[in-house]
Each structure stands twice: as structure tokens, then as C-alpha cells.
């Protein structure tokens, strides 16, 4: 079962919320690229039930110095 009439919501602090689109099979998506360093928000409002809610930080990528082949 897939939700295609939800309202999802993506919020940083530095960008302005950005309401994805439905694209297919519960799958929800957006244009816009995100920013390492940067904390967002994704909540789901789904007619219904009560709201979702979600916060996770992008990493920064890993540097690797050297490699070693045994």
C-alpha cells in the first residue's frame, strides 16, 4: 500500500521549506540538493494519522589518507 496524498516537507535553516512532489510507489522527491554540514526536517502529513516527524544531519565526507593492500 502506497501513500501518494501526503504532504511532505523538507526545512533547514538556511533554506526555505520545500514541499516534495509524489513520484511513485510511496516514493516522494525534489529537485533541490542538499548541503553537507546541514541539519534538515522532513515531516509528513498524512490525512489521517497525526504528523511525522524526522531530523538528520548531512555528513561531511570521509577523507582517506592512504590505503593499504594485504
Request: glycine share 6%.
Amino acid at each position: 500500500l502506497y501513500v501518494s496524498n501526503a504532504q511532505v516537507i523538507i526545512e533547514s535553516n538556511t533554506q526555505t521549506p520545500d514541499t516534495l512532489e509524489y513520484t511513485e510507489k510511496g516514493w516522494y522527491g525534489s529537485s533541490r540538493r542538499v548541503i553537507v554540514g546541514e541539519t534538515y526536517t522532513c515531516t509528513a502529513n498524512i490525512p489521517g494519522y497525526a504528523a511525522l516527524s524526522a531530523t538528520t544531519t548531512i555528513p561531511w565526507p570521509t577523507v582517506i589518507d592512504s590505503v593499504i593492500y594485504a
